[in-house]
């Protein structure tokens, strides 16, 4: 079910006009809200949207090793590197 956008050359609005399929919209007459037929089809814009899992899957596996880089002088000083993980389970 497409939506097809037109400008008017009589009076310059754009709008929008729904379709129940793209066949329906072929050799079809669309008149502007002004009355007017002299309209055209226009290129219309479109925005697609990724999943978050699809987004970080599309990531280059070089920013990783560059963060990384970046981050290794700083491991040592990191309070969570110094915990002991085993210490703390052995305590329970």
Known sequence: MPVYEY???AC???FSRF??????AEGVAVACECGSADTRRAISAFQLHF???SQIDRIDPRIDQEID???APHKATDPLNRI????????R
């Open 7 to 9: 400008d008017c050359a």
């Open 12 to 14: 310059g609005r754009r």
């Open 19 to 24: 379709f129940r399929s793209a066949s329906a």
């Open 51 to 53: 999943s978050l899992k």
């Open 69 to 71: 880089a970046a981050m």
């Open 84 to 91: 002991d993980l085993g210490a703390m389970s052995d305590e």
